[in-house]
Nanobody, 129 residues
Framework: QVTLVESGGGLVQTGDSLRLSCAAS????????MGWFRQAPGKEREFVAA????????TYADSVRGRFTISRDKANNTVYLQMNRLKPEDTAIYYC??????????????????????WGQGTRVTVSS
């Protein structure tokens, strides 16, 4: 059974930090790029960050660059999203997903949700002002 399980969400205040985790099982993890997306109430799902198979290359949405950091632990099949200086506009359900196309970050595809073939159930992050 293929699963991605996110954890680490919660209710925090503006300026606080959270670290989200995404544990993968039942699928090939190490050879694929991984991504984080989020969906705020009433809005479409949007790209947040992605990391290549090696962990050496990362990319971020403009709205989170400089505040969020994506990383991966291949030995433990886990991807992380460290979120610092959180803002109310970061409030959303956060999803991790496996890039079904690439091991590296393809600039034409990494930000598109259709690129990703397996998704977790999401973890809720709420940032109060």
């Amino acid at each position: 059974q293929v699963t991605l399980v996110e954890s680490g969400g919660g209710l925090v205040q503006t300026g606080d930090s959270l670290r989200l985790s995404c544990a993968a099982s039942g699928l090939t993890f190490a050879h694929y790029a991984m991504g984080w997306f989020r969906q705020a109430p009433g809005k479409e799902r949007e790209f947040v960050a992605a990391i290549d198979w090696s962990g050496d290359t990362t990319t971020y949405a403009d709205s989170v660059r400089g505040r969020f950091t994506i990383s991966r632990d291949k030995a433990n099949n886990t991807v992380y999203l460290q979120m610092n200086r959180l803002k109310p506009e970061d409030t959303a359900i956060y999803y991790c997903a496996r890039d079904g196309r690439n091991a590296y970050l393809d600039s034409s595809y990494y930000f598109k949700s259709g690129t990703y073939d397996y998704w977790g159930q999401g973890t809720r992050v709420t940032v109060s002002s």
